[in-house]
């Protein structure tokens, strides 16, 4: 099972990649977010984490990702830095977008 994880650089995912792995689970990073979509269909993740600051219009991102039927369901999980980006966080929840993780992530 895959795991897409949508950001600037490896930061997430080099916090949660080991834990996955541990679960039976793959990482495959994407750093353009114009190729969402076309991993999505190619890769069929179980869930998308999107690193926050990583894109450059949210809501019409979101859109994108629920307009297209191969991703109209899936789970999305967003990663936020709870001080820089206190707005989105906010847009995100009144939007009824309540899978968010707020940064730094301590995993130990």
């Avoid at 689970?25 to 999505?40: A, M, R, S």
């Amino acid at each position: 099972m895959k795991i897409l994880v949508i950001e600037s650089h490896s930061a997430i995912s080099s916090k949660i990649s080991g834990l996955c792995e541990s679960e039976g689970l793959t990482l495959v990073n994407c750093h353009d977010e114009k190729k969402t979509i076309e991993i999505i269909e190619s890769l069929k993740p179980i869930v998308l984490v999107v690193e926050c600051k990583f894109l450059r219009e949210m809501q019409i991102f979101i859109n994108a990702i629920r307009s297209h039927k191969i991703s109209n369901d899936l789970p999305i999980l967003f990663v936020c830095d709870g001080e820089t980006e206190k707005e989105m966080v906010l847009q995100l929840r009144e939007a009824g977008h309540h899978d968010l993780i707020v940064m730094p992530l301590h995993l130990k």
